[in-house]
């Protein structure tokens, strides 16, 4: 059974360009959320998503940012029009149902760096 | 706004020894806490997590204090290994239950 899998696992993309981030949750998962981590710096969360709905995404910036969690295959965090501060390492999480109380499972994350 | 605060500074600790880490909240009163490990260039991994009506919880070598009135957790290494070696990051849910708040994390170091 795979844990969450997320890819790439780094990402090198130039001022301007757009950025894909992929997460697969955890079989039998349908909640994902996203993090982004910063150098000696905590999570800070994104978005929160279960199957096709966005739930929470008052993380995310308004602009250039968005993401999905289509009926089939992964859930997608999109950065268009990247800047030097998206540089980051982006993780996904998942869990079977609604709240953590059973903890998450994260994925290794993507580690994106604009140039 | 809610904070949680980790100790910045690396902790090094002789292998067999006990590691103890800190993990303080302000501006929140959590119904749990959560503890993670996290190893460099991976996601953070779940260990344990403490309601707020647990004052101690353990698993094998580990074990989690929760005290309210302090606002503080405590974990606990015991008969610490250099494998223990690692990023340990404390969490706790904000205003929804889903949404984590994060220390930034205090490293632990294992000295054979």
Known sequence: NAGVMQNPRHLVRRRGQEARL?????KGHSHVYWYRQLPEEGLKFMVYL????????SGMPKERFSAEFPKEGP??????????????AYFCASSPGTGGGDGYTFGSGTRLTVV | SQKIEQNSE??????GKTATLTCNYTNYSPAYLQWYRQDPGRGPVFLLLIRENEKEK???RLKV?????L???LFHI??????????YLCAHQGDSNYQLIWGAGTKLIIKP
């Open chain 1, 22 to 26: 992929r997460c697969s949750p955890m």
């Open chain 1, 50 to 57: 279960q199957k096709e709905n966005i739930i929470d995404e």
């Open chain 1, 75 to 88: 859930s997608i965090l999109r950065i268009q029009q990247v800047v030097r501060g998206d540089s980051a």
């Open chain 2, 10 to 15: 690396a902790l090094n600790i002789q292998e």
């Open chain 2, 58 to 60: 353990r698993k094998e």
């Open chain 2, 65 to 69: 204090t929760f005290d309210t009135t």
């Open chain 2, 71 to 73: 606002k503080q957790s």
């Open chain 2, 78 to 87: 015991t008969a610490s290994q250099p494998a223990d070696s690692a990023t």
